[in-house]
């Protein structure tokens, strides 16, 4: 992972007439805003004079656009080419970022050359918007999709701090790349990235959603105009905020950015050493208006605009219901409590004691499914205290026996199938 040192100073002077009635007046002292964002890693810079402070530029966020040139963007999301579509989705990113982002751009599967078929077209440190445009509405998909080595090279050309990846996708992985696991090594090299994710084909959801999920970002479908229209405003508030970052000294106001949207992230945490758990969210307005769903999702991340939203998360045969509010250009977390958990260690043998394969199935007692597990010598699920049914089927043998897990207990039970 490459890094960059920054040494960012902006200092403005706000001078301001108060209002003769119910305020108190403030001195120019007080209305001193200092911006002050020291990280040279070798070279600390210290800040010694304002009138030098004042010229130095603003930090930005760092986004590198990775963007999908594989043959099939020229399929059609209701009626339009999918490249079509994304062309006029980052035209509106790029015309509405104000200046407070550098953007880069890194395309795969345009020259059809294989799995190292990716190309770099411009670093963010180089930005301009009208090339960066040009560039975007030139690309001919007509290749593969080395998607793990874009993220990885894209990753490699961004900043340490306020690093940020929008991938642009139609589907999954042809390189035989893992981009889930990749995610999760970028961000364990860099917690500070975020990788946000624009993808374009349904049935093709589950490895974009991870890399998304992995990436501590967003994932939205792009014919959900709403949805697609928030993450892009979202990207901007992000890089509005980084750009506001102030200290503030006797002044009333506050810097932001009202009206652009924020994120929440939403998980389930159960007690003790479990990890995350996997759940269906959904979030609603106050009003009872749903806004977005997620089926089967260990995290998840989703640009909001400002409000409060009522959030619904469903978990191994529990329901919890939970409100956050969402602040612009700022994350929200709602975790829900998992409760006590404990295992079931299943396992199957036949008449003489021998190993089998089995098909199992966990439901809750009133009959809600739990969860599958295909062709296992033993399979360990992490459960909910409670109790269940299990089923074991071996070549269309069914057996069936109700459990109860405990907290913080293992429970063991095998299936004995005597004709076997």
């Known amino acids: 992972m490459k890094t960059a040192s920054f040494a960012v100073f902006c200092v403005s002077h706000i001078y301001k007439t108060a209002p003769v ?57 209701q009626g339009i080419n999918k490249i ?17 982002i550098n953007f880069g751009l890194l ?55 306020n690093a940020h990846i929008l991938l642009v996708s139609d589907g999954d992985e042809s390189c035989g790349g893992d ?21 374009f084909r349904a049935e093709k959801e589950a490895q974009l959603e991870c890399i998304a999920e992995n990436g501590n970002g967003a994932f939205v479908v792009a014919d959900d105009h709403e949805r697609l229209k928030t993450l892009l405003a979202g990207v901007q508030a992000k890089a509005q905020m980084i750009k506001n970052t102030a200290v503030l000294v006797g002044v009333e106001e506050e810097v932001g950015s009202p009206g652009l949207p924020g994120s929440v992230e939403l998980s389930i ?28 999702r260990i995290k998840v991340k989703e640009y909001l605009k400002p409000g409060t939203y009522r959030v619904k998360a469903l978990w191994r045969g529990r329901s919890e ?11 929200s977390r709602l975790q829900f409590d998992g409760g006590q958990y404990g295992r079931l260690n299943l396992s199957a043998q036949g008449a003489k004691q021998q190993p089998l394969a089995a098909n199992y199935s966990v439901y809750l007692n009133n009959g809600d499914f739990i969860s599958k597990h295909v062709l296992r010598f033993n399979v360990e699920a992490s459960l909910p205290v409670g109790n269940y049914r299990v089923k074991a089927d071996v070549d269309g043998d069914i057996l069936e026996q109700q459990l109860q897990v405990i907290a913080g207990q293992n429970i063991e039970y095998t299936f004995t199938f005597a004709n076997k």
């Not at 805003?33 to 603003?58: C, F, I, K």
């Not at 930090?59 to 963007?67: A, D, E, K, R």
């Not at 079509?84 to 407070?100: F, G, H, P, Q």
């Not at 219901?321 to 994350?331: D, F, P």
Request: some cysteine; aromatic content about 4%; overall charge positive.
């Open 21 to 77: 009635n119910n305020m108190k007046k403030t001195t120019i002292s007080q209305r001193l805003l200092t911006v002050a964002v020291l990280a040279a890693a070798l070279n600390p810079v210290t800040l010694t004079a304002t009138a030098h402070a004042a010229e130095q530029p603003a930090s930005l966020q760092s986004t590198m656009i990775v963007l999908d040139g594989s043959n099939s963007m020229w399929g059609q999301l």
């Open 179 to 199: 981009p889930c696991a990749m995610a999760r090594e970028l961000r364990a090299a860099n917690p500070a990235l975020q990788i946000d994710v624009i993808g």
């Open 269 to 296: 945490k159960p007690n003790g050493n479990q990890p995350l758990q996997r759940a269906n969210f959904s979030i609603y307005t106050l009003g009872g208006s749903n806004v977005a769903s997620f089926t089967s």
């Open 107 to 161: 395309t795969y599967g345009s020259r059809k050359r294989g799995c190292n078929d990716f190309k770099l077209v411009s670093k963010p440190e180089d930005y301009d918007r009208v090339s960066l445009l040009k560039n975007i509405y030139r690309m001919n998909p007509r290749g593969r999709s080395p998607i793990a080595a874009a993220l990885k090279k894209a990753a490699s050309i961004l900043p340490a701090e």
């Open 321 to 331: 219901t939970g409100t956050v509010t969402i602040a612009s250009g700022q994350t």
């Open 84 to 100: 079509v579509t994304a062309r006029e989705s980052l035209k509106t990113l790029l015309e509405n970022a104000e200046d407070n």
